[in-house]
């Protein structure tokens, strides 16, 4: 088959999830990260890791991939408070296995912990202890009865932005003992009626004796880009919390500002009304609960929360979790002494033989494109997919290298292509790598990396597929070029790489090119696949 017979064979599909229907798997790849590994991996839904990258330092927590095929990755630094969950460096690791930034956030004031959450401005998002002393919290207000230790560890909320290789700098903070009331004391700071303050964090609740200093535990940070929302999740407390991240630091600071008038107050809780003294034991909802986040917009229940209900510590019935899902209401404002609603779950999954599922700590769901939602039981090592009726479609049990053999969190992809850069200078010369991941049930069969200058829709239709490039003379190019890797054989992994070196070409200034992969079938000559538009935009 000749270049063009080839590019007209293979430039005629979208992403093959979009024909796929709901009873089956969401046909894109699954990040993970194997509890005290240094590595993350990508799998297929053949359950074959397709890709790994390789961590060095300490064991890490959690990982997160961009658009480039980088990852982010939290992990252990050396020293720190004996806490669980203790991070202190963040790496970037770009999909060829190259350290692209080691980030420390370890002492002598804060210490990252557990999760973060990569934003579309690039920056990231941490939760880290404030390193604070007991007496801090007792001249706020805690009652001295209920501290064993000399430390105080609140939890608060960070953004940094990468200024180097080993640098970032922190542009916005959100910190809980900025908002916290107290009833026990009133010589001290932050007296008041508990009840009266839903926006304010109890600081003697629960009223557990702590050996550590560990007050909230936060273990799930996530960000809502449509709304400027952050939400934080306290094990300890039993809830969640939305922050307005629209803020300015002095503002989160205060009770004024941003967009919602309330700065860094609470917005909205849920899960634990006794936190906020608008309930009994009776009202609780969440037990244990981690992995706590948005549904992300275009998708099934959009805009609503996703949790992983561990149920650990239930006082009756049976152990087991659940994954539930939670309508947030169009107002964030309640009545002093009444719970934030709704009363329930909009959707609520659990295995019907109950202790089949269940993981005392850490996991996480994902809501997925074809409205499926992806499961990490993170304590069974059990990574599983379920359409809306609760099926199993999926399901894949990791090897675990290095014990315990958890997996703390699984994210899902439905990318296949990336590129090492989104951007190139029209005065300079410019080499793009893009890495092609198709997955196993692809290996061996040919591909052909395409592109356009004119855009990604309508894109080329053909036999119920399409391949989200527009027809034009770039597109004829990459066809035609013998480009390096831009055509080929896929390995036995269904992986690929190629490269494109563009000479200073003024004329691009302000123009988009557009790449994307297909794969057809070496034995039947259909289309199998094609991967996400990656752009390439051309700056002066």
Known sequence: MNHTSKALAIGITLVAGAMLSAQGAAPGLRLY???????????????????TWAGTGGPGMVAYMDADGSVLRAQNAPGGPAVPGRGGQLLRIGFDGTILWDYAIAGPNQWAHIDIAPMPNGNVLLLVWDLMAAQDAIDAGRD???????????????????????????????HFMDHVIQDFDSSKANFGVVADHPELLDINFPRNILTDGEWNHCNALDYDPVRDLVVVNSLFQEEFYLIDHSTTTAEAAGS????????????????????????????????????????????????NMLIFNNQAGRPFGMNYSSVVELRLPASFSVQPGSAFGPSGFAWEYTDPF???????????????????????????????????????????FPVVPTPPAFVFRAEYHDRFLWADTESASS??????????VAGRRNAQNSYALLGSASGTAPGIAGRGFVLPLNPDAYLNFTALAGLPGFSGTLDGLGNASASLTLPPLPPLMG??????????????????????????????
Request: negative net charge; aromatic residues 10%.
């Open 256 to 303: 004024t500002g941003g967009t919602y008038g309330r700065g860094g107050d609470i917005l909205y809780r849920w899960g634990n009304p006794q936190a906020y003294g608008a309930g009994t034991a009776d009202d609780q909802k969440l037990f244990g609960m981690h992995g706590t986040s948005f549904i992300r917009e275009g998708l099934v229940g959009a805009g």
């Open 511 to 540: 123009m988009t090119l557009n790449h994307a992969f297909a794969v057809v079938d070496r034995r039947t000559m259909q289309v199998n696949l094609t991967s996400n538009p990656v752009p390439l935009v051309f700056t002066p």
């Open 427 to 436: 005065s300079s010369s410019v080499t793009v790598d893009f890495d092609l």
């Open 144 to 174: 001295p009865s209920l501290l064993a230790g000399s430390q105080w560890l609140p939890d608060a909320v960070i953004e940094v932005q990468q200024t180097g290789q080993t640098t970032g700098d922190v542009v916005w903070e959100w």
């Open 33 to 51: 990260n194997a509890l005290g590994s240094t590595d993350t991996f990508l799998v297929d839904t053949n359950n074959t890791v397709v890709h």
């Open 354 to 396: 109950r202790p089949a599922f269940y993981s005392p700590a850490m996991a996480n769901a994902q809501r997925l494109p074809n409205g499926n939602t992806l499961v990490c039981s993170a304590q069974q090592a059990w990574l599983f997919e379920i359409n809306a009726s609760g099926q199993k479609v999926w399901e894949y």
